[in-house]
Structure formats: C-alpha cells, structure tokens
C-alpha cells in the first residue's frame, strides 16, 4: 500500500450476475493502467463502500437471504480484505455508507425503506454496533418512481456536526445533527419536485455543496450554512445535452480536491459531464461531455494523485481509466477494457 506509484482500490458490485461481491484492484500510475482485478471479499449486492480515513477498514452495504444491512472489513497490509462483522435486519440492504473520519460512526440510506441509520464503531476492532439510530421520511412526490420517500445519500458535512440525507422520493436534502450518535433533525430544503436529488458533494471550502438529481439530470450548486446545518441554492445546470430526449438518470457527483472541477455522471447519455467552478461565486460552467465507453455508468472515482478518473458501467460490466488534465479538467480516454460483473462503485484507499 506505501508504494506512491500504485495505488489499491475496491470495486462494489450487484451480485444479481457473475459477480462474487467485493473487488479489489491496482491502478499503475506510472503506466496509466488498471491492473489486477480480482475478488477481495464475498457477500451479497455490497453496492456501495466506505474506507476509514486510516485504511484499516472497510464498510459495505450488504444483503443475506431476506436481510440487509451493513458488514465491515479489515484491509490487510497486502490489500486484502478480513471480515470482521455485520449488523442486518429484516429487509431490503441500504444504498449507501459513509463513515466519520475518526471512525467512531457509520451511516447508511435505504433507498427502498426511505430510512437513513446511524452505527457506533469499535475503534480497536473496527466492529459495528447495533444501530444507534434510525430515522425515517414520510411523503411522496410527483414522479411514478416518487411513490414514497428514498433516501439515497446519507454523508457528513465537512465538520462533521452534522449529517445531511437526500431524499429523492420526497425531494429533500435534510440536515440532522448528532447527538451522542443519535439523528436528530435540524431543518429541510425542498428542491424542485420531481427532480429526484441523489448525492451531494462538498467544496473543500466547506460553504457550499454541489447535489446531482436523478430524474431532471441536474447539478443544484448550494450555499452551506455550517452554524445552522441549512442550505440554500444558488443555481441549477443541466448534466446532458440541449437535444438529448431519450431516458437519462443522473448518478454520482464528485468535486476535485483543488475545488476547481466538478464531475457528474449521466445513465442513459452514458457520459461525464465536466464543470468549471467561478472561485468567486462558486457557480459552474459547463465544459464538456465524455463517453463513458460502455452503459449506464453507475459511479466514478478520482484516484488519490488526481490524474486519472475511475467509472464503472453497470450494464455493461466494465471499468473505464481516463487521464485528467489537473489545469483543465479534461478527461481523457486510456483503457476501457476492463472487464467486472455488474460494478456500481469504486473506493481507493487514502494515500
């Protein structure tokens, strides 16, 4: 793991197909290639990860038999993956986890319960305890898919005092904060119904955010109160083309640590959109379209030294490695050959 020309990776999988559960993988930054590919951990639809912050452990959403839940690993020197314990309950699995950077606190968001859960970790072991809380949302929207409420994105805010959970069947990002653990809510935005917002994405200034919708493909640029929790939107910018009318659904939103560049994913126009960040505003500017090379791009990850960028077609069943352009952002194709069964997200250990 210490070499800085190497860096290991985990790839997050629907079990419905071939896949096995976890991958791991290396990305050769000297030779601008994903190499390596090979199963690290086995169980069930693990869709969405989260490594602690000292790559000790990692977390995953996980499904067994008629339960669903979480299950966390320790990552071995070599990359490999122990586990260590899950905590399931009676149901459909969550969507997404996300874990506090001294890892004493998980989170999930089950999109089909419309609940978000939070866990206290062992901090020597790195166990999940029962959950500490559960929050659940009530309401629906004007969509047919808006039939009830969704959590899909449960995360941390920059200084952690809080937690924000978006709803994409009620059309909500809703702050709580915490309190020993515990969820409690602290206010609500209302986004425009029927947009059906997904996942969030924190500028390193910690003042604003970036939250990608589903339905109307569209990143919503936010002012982020950190004294209050509460949030406030600035813009909204279409993710695909003037022209494009065929089925598009927005996904994953990833911002660059130099908070200059804002990346989104479309499912459907199967593309990168990349966006310019104004220093001053904070507003974006649209730059450009990437295939993605394969179909309906479930996530997308920039490696540690943010040269390259990750994505992952679901349907298609293939990593795509692009070099980027740290000055201009621009994505550039250099393998798409990478062949893993139904991939939907893709985590790199911390360097």
């Known amino acids: 793991m210490a070499n800085s020309k190497k860096y290991t990776g985990y790839i997050g999988t629907y079990t419905k197909g071939a896949s096995k559960g976890i991958y791991s993988f290396v990305l050769d930054a000297a030779e601008g290639r ?21 790559n000790r452990f990692l977390y995953s959403v996980a499904k067994e038999d008629h339960l669903g839940g979480v299950s966390g690993y320790t990552i071995g020197e070599d990359g490999s993956l122990a586990f260590i314990n899950s905590q399931l309950s009676p149901g459909a699995p969550p969507c997404h986890v996300c874990v506090n950077a001294e890892n004493t606190l998980l989170l999930s968001a089950n999109y ?9 970790l062992n901090l020597e072991t790195g166990g999940i ?8 949302h009530e309401g629906s929207g004007p969509d047919k898919r808006q039939e009830k409420a969704h959590s899909h994105y449960a995360g941390f805010t920059p200084d952690e005092n809080y937690v924000a959970v978006v709803d994409l069947g009620i059309d909500q990002l809703i702050t709580y904060s915490l ?93 990168i959109a990349t966006f310019k960040i104004d220093q001053e505003t904070f507003t974006l ?19 540690p030294s943010e040269k390259f960028l990750i994505a992952s077609n679901q349907n ?13 952002g621009e994505l550039t194709l250099l393998q798409s050959d990478i062949q893993v069964p139904d991939p939907v997200c893709v985590k790199f250990l911390h360097y």
């Open 112 to 120: 089909h319960k419309g609940s978000a859960d939070s866990y206290l």
């Open 285 to 303: 500017s649209f730059l450009a379209h990437t295939s993605t090379e394969g179909n309906w791009p479930r996530d997308f990850v920039l490696d």
């Open 179 to 271: 309190d020993n653990g515990q969820l409690v809510e602290q206010g609500s935005m209302q986004v425009t119904p029927g947009s059906g917002p997904r996942h969030l994405a924190f500028h390193p200034n910690g003042s604003h955010a970036y939250l990608m919708t589903e339905f109307s493909s569209e990143v919503l640029v936010l002012k982020y109160n950190s004294e209050d929790g509460s949030f406030e939107q600035l813009q909204a910018i279409t993710t695909i083309p003037a022209g494009f009318s065929e089925n598009n659904q927005g996904s994953a939103i990833h911002i660059s640590s130099d908070g200059r560049f804002i990346y989104a994913a479309n499912r459907g126009h199967d593309s």
């Open 129 to 136: 305890d029962s959950v500490l809380s559960t929050i659940v």
């Open 34 to 54: 994903i190499t390596d590919v090979k199963p690290a951990a086995y169980l069930g639809n693990p869709t969405y990860l989260a490594i602690s912050k000292d």
């Open 316 to 328: 298609s069943s293939n990593l795509i490695l692009f070099a980027r352009n740290q000055d201009t």
